[in-house]
């Protein structure tokens, strides 16, 4: 059974980078693509971006200047780095596994942009 | 870039009735790559219909879906006390972004 798990700060101060861990188990990560996704609290579902284990990546164009995917297969890992945050960043930040959908997902993490 | 707008926002029913979810597409969008998903308070969303109809693992049969083209629909047969959430719909195309729906909030009546 494919596990995710994210990690990383819970607050981020405003213009920083938010940056996010998510660990595969159960699985390897040298297969499908792999996401980030976002829900500010009370609403719906972003997708931010995913990565292929070559290091492939796409973004949403809404993003796609402030966010960095990447991948470190010996850990069995990916990573979010989003830039200059404001609150409107504000959200819990889930990772998925991606075919055409997303089958498997962590449980999620709240990061809450402050000062 | 497809906008998916779901309706209606909020649907009240009872346990044991049918529910009827839809998704529009702002143009046309390929079956395979329509999904549904289901997202109860404080979890993660969970696949529930991948490919406008093939019910994820583990999926009672309860749940259906149906639909081509710009229009798609969620079906759930018979409102068990657990189907009591929040329903999304999905489209994964050949170019990003992949958009979600804004949900539908199925709540008891």
């Known amino acids: 059974q494919v596990q995710l798990q994210e990690s990383g700060p819970g607050l981020v101060k405003p213009s920083e980078t938010l940056s996010l861990t998510c660990t595969v188990s159960?699985?390897?990560?040298?297969?499908?693509?792999w996401s980030w996704i976002r829900q500010p609290p009370g609403k719906g579902l972003e997708w931010i971006g995913n990565?292929?284990?070559?290091?492939?990546?796409n973004y949403n164009p809404s993003l796609k200047s402030r966010v960095t995917i990447s991948v470190d297969t010996s850990k069995n890992q990916f990573s979010l780095k989003l830039s200059s945050v404001t609150a409107a960043d504000t959200a819990m930040y889930y990772c998925a596994r991606t075919y055409y959908y997303f089958d498997y997902w962590g449980q999620g993490t709240l990061v809450t942009v402050s000062s | 870039e497809i906008v998916l707008t779901q309706s209606p926002g909020t649907l009240s029913l009872s346990p044991g009735e049918r529910a009827t979810l839809s998704c529009r597409a702002s143009q046309s969008v390929s079956s395979t790559y329509l999904t549904w998903y289901q997202q109860k308070p404080g979890q993660a969303p969970r696949l529930l219909i991948y490919g406008a109809s093939s019910r994820a693992t583990g999926i009672p049969d309860r749940f259906s879906g149906s639909g081509s083209g710009t229009d798609f629909t969620l079906t759930i047969s018979r409102l068990e006390p657990e189907d009591f959430a929040v329903y999304y719909c999905?489209?994964?195309?050949?170019?990003?972004?992949?958009?979600f729906g804004q949900g539908t909030k199925l709540e008891i009546k």
């Open positions: 990565i292929f284990h070559s290091g492939s990546t």
């Open positions: 159960g699985g390897s990560i040298s297969s499908h693509y």
């Open positions: 999905q489209q994964y195309g050949s170019s990003p972004p992949y958009p």
